[in-house]
């Protein structure tokens, strides 16, 4: 039962479910494509019934599922992933933690083959297509740090590049698997100490690295996520070169970044990085309810696009606002990742909104309903960077229930929807599982 002493993370959109169900046939409003032959899974945070996590971040991984085919929804389903954290596994290990022994609770992806329920503090979990846990992956016994929920997979080579971080050195390592699957190169990125580096970026030539202000806090170990903002730590943006070689730092105002647009370099040799930026204060209004407290910061979305433009040839970095509406979950055309892209897709608290790089427009989808990660989807043949659909759940904050939308990414007009058979709490990052 809730009460008003309830954490924010067990109450109102967050509110845990309580069970796994199935559901078949689906009720569908409007007409889903034919072209959307596959599989929409999406993660969060669920704890058991009875369990405290402490912290919004923590809690028990669940993936919820919808099957698309032939224009029908056959079915829904929700399954917690089944990690050694779930079963009662204790943290080991010489960091303290055992990789096994967290919750993958963020983001889900495929790749080679393989499904992966991510968390940027443990290895990923394997899942099948009908979302049983198969168990931990560590590519062969090759990865031996922590893998970051935010991995970006080059369009071009079909490399997937991502990092892990540690609470003790080496607290920053990148890693590569080819498109086959195969761990193929690991190096240590050599950085002052522990923070908590939710998420980078790729171009064609570089990794794009964010060493901000949020640090790792041993006193805070057993207090949900123990980081808080350290002004000493300071806040740079570095850029590797993804052959090799030395990684440049560029100092930039204060700032925190929870989640990356892209990134590119434009005609004139600049790394243009988008991403959705938090100074202290607004850090500082959205953390504490993260960890249970009420405050009045936005749950879903409390910070606002932004950009740098990084001049590797003189040093510069000019930062510019591209918006004054708080938003979060930046997503893209998966095919313009680490390439000029015109256009990014957000969250509001209760709108999608859509932005134009090229001539600085967005546009704004009202829903009344508090949306989760719009993931795009491009039409076969596609003709343009948005010819596509948007997918997100979202769900009615006055409890009337939870819905798979799908909208069109051209000028975000209402395709079809989908009554999902229960309230599925806000979560963090879905992916679209095509059929092969």
């Known amino acids: 039962m809730m009460t008003a002493s309830t954490p924010t993370y067990l109450s109102g959109l967050l509110a845990p479910v309580a069970d796994e169900i199935d559901a ?50 056959e079915w829904y389903r929700n399954r917690w992933v089944r990690t050694r954290e779930l079963a009662g596994a204790p943290f080991v290990g010489p960091a303290g933690f055992d990789l096994t022994a967290v919750p993958a609770n963020t983001s889900v992806i495929r790749h080679a083959g393989r499904i992966l329920a991510l968390v940027e503090v443990g290895l ?5 297509s009908e979302l049983a846990t198969t168990g931990p992956c560590d590519f062969g016994g090759r990865l031996a740090t922590a893998m970051t929920a935010h991995p970006k997979r080059d369009p071009l080579t079909g490399d997937l590049l991502f990092f892990g971080y540690g609470m003790a050195p080496p607290y920053l390592t990148y890693h590569r698997l080819s498109a086959a699957g195969e761990l193929v190169e690991s190096r240590v990125i050599d950085v002052p100490g522990p923070t908590m580096m939710h998420d980078f970026a790729i171009t064609e030539s570089h990794v794009v690295w964010l060493d901000l202000p949020v640090v790792f806090d041993l006193a805070l170990l057993g207090q949900g996520m123990p980081y808080r903002w350290d002004d ?27 989640h990356v647009g892209n ?55 000019r930062e510019q606002a591209l918006d ?27 709108a999608i909104v859509k932005y134009d790089g090229r001539t600085g427009a967005s546009r704004v989808r009202s829903l ?14 596609a003709r343009s960077e948005d010819d596509g659909w948007l997918i997100s759940i979202v769900t009615d904050p006055a ?12 000028d975000l007009a209402n395709v079809a929807s989908v009554a999902l058979p229960r309230r599925v709490p806000a979560g963090f990052h879905g992916c679209w599982i095509a059929d092969q």
């Open 368 to 381: 009344g309903a508090t949306p989760g990660e719009a993931i795009f989807v491009a039409a076969p043949e």
């Open 324 to 350: 004054d509406r708080a938003v979060e979950f930046p997503t893209l055309n998966d095919q313009r990742v680490g390439r000029p892209n015109r256009f990014l897709y957000s969250v509001s608290q209760d």
């Open 124 to 128: 990923p979990y394997e899942l099948t």
């Open 24 to 73: 078949v046939d689906l009720p569908v409003t409007g007409a889903l494509p034919d072209a959307l032959r596959g599989r929409y899974f999406r993660n969060g945070p669920n704890p058991p019934p009875g369990a405290d996590p402490g912290h919004w971040f923590t809690g028990a991984g669940m993936i919820h599922g919808v099957r698309l085919r032939d224009g029908r929804a």
């Open 232 to 258: 000493a730590y300071g806040a740079r943006i570095g850029v590797m070169a993804r052959d090799g070689g030395e990684t440049r730092w560029f100092d930039i105002d204060p700032c925190y970044v929870f």
């Open 263 to 317: 990134a590119h370099v434009d005609d004139a040799g600049r790394v243009c990085l988008d991403a959705v930026r938090y100074d202290r204060a607004r850090f500082a209004a959205i953390w504490p309810r993260l960890g249970g407290a009420p405050t009045e910061a936005g749950m879903i979305a409390d910070g606002f696009a932004h950009r740098w433009l990084i001049d590797p040839a003189n040093g510069v970095v």
């Open 399 to 410: 409890g009337r229930g939870s819905e798979l939308l799908v909208l069109a990414a051209t």
